[in-house]
């Protein structure tokens, strides 16, 4: 459990068994679910978007020892000041909570943009990232997305982008940030479904995975065959819930006598 500065208010609620601490920064919301037992280190996985979308992963990590952390600042779409308020969550949770330095970065669709950034502007921070269908570039979505207008001009204005085509012009979008994610070796995976029409595999997570090769680096892809029909293919039941969870668990883990275990797991 963490201990709240005295001017945060604090509120806990159960979430899946776990006991979550809501708090807010600057009016975004935030939270911390604590395991029943914490790993030595206290290792943690930092979600990035939409917690209750595919919860499982966290929910096994939780099991384990690993505590989830989120920040509620996805219609940013991971511009500049979105990452700021990443680095204040990210000094509250080692400050008040304790947790270790470089907890697994977890994103969903666009929660690709801020894991992504955010990993190129701290790449010390960060021990790996899992991505479900994430967003890699905005001129593949919003930009392609026929119904994403709303998110067109959101991105406009968090970026500050003087128009359209300032927007299409932009080169440091998580596509063109990889040399440093590859300099790192962060270690990554994705899952995707082969037939995602908003989020696009062949613009985003295999184009990024063919970047990466060129580097010397490369990127675990899990792919699903089909996603909803209702959601274009970019959703599906949550497949390889234990081997993400083991990829996440292997590489943030904290003390070195906990690698083999975590592996074999």
């Not at 945060?8 to 975004?28: C, I, N, P, V």
């Not at 917690?51 to 384990?64: A, M, Q, T, V, Y």
């Not at 666009?110 to 021990?127: E, F, N, T």
């Amino acid at each position: 459990m963490g201990v709240a500065s005295a001017e945060r208010e604090m509120t806990e609620s159960d979430w899946h068994g776990y006991t979550k601490q809501a708090f807010k920064l600057d009016e975004h919301p935030c939270f911390v679910v604590a395991p029943t037992i914490a790993a030595p280190g206290k290792p943690w996985v930092w979600r990035t978007s939409f917690p209750e979308f595919h919860s499982e992963i966290d929910r096994e990590l939780l099991r384990l020892g690993w505590h989830v952390g989120f920040i509620g600042v996805v219609d940013m779409l991971g511009c500049d000041a979105a990452l700021d308020l990443m680095d204040r969550f990210y000094d509250v949770l080692l400050s008040e909570w304790g947790l270790a330095h470089r907890p697994a970065l977890e994103a969903v669709s666009r929660g690709g943009l801020h894991a992504y950034r955010y990993a190129a502007r701290r790449p010390g921070r960060v021990a790996c990232i899992y991505a479900d269908t994430p967003v890699m570039d905005l001129k593949s979505w919003p930009v392609k997305c026929h119904d994403g207008e709303a998110q067109v001009e959101d991105a406009i204005k968090h970026y500050g982008f003087e128009d359209h085509a300032a927007l299409t012009a932009y080169r440091e979008n998580p596509m063109d940030l990889l040399a440093v994610i590859a300099e790192a070796g962060i270690p990554l995976r994705h899952l995707v479904s082969l037939n995602d029409e908003v989020v696009p595999p062949q613009e985003n997570t295999l184009e990024a995975q063919r970047r990466l090769q060129a580097m010397g680096h490369d990127m675990e892809v899990v792919t699903v065959a089909t996603g909803t029909p209702e959601s274009k293919g970019h959703h599906f039941p949550l497949a390889y819930v234990f081997e993400s969870a083991r990829f996440i668990a292997r590489h943030s883990y904290v003390l070195p006598e906990a690698k083999e275990y975590y592996a074999l797991r």
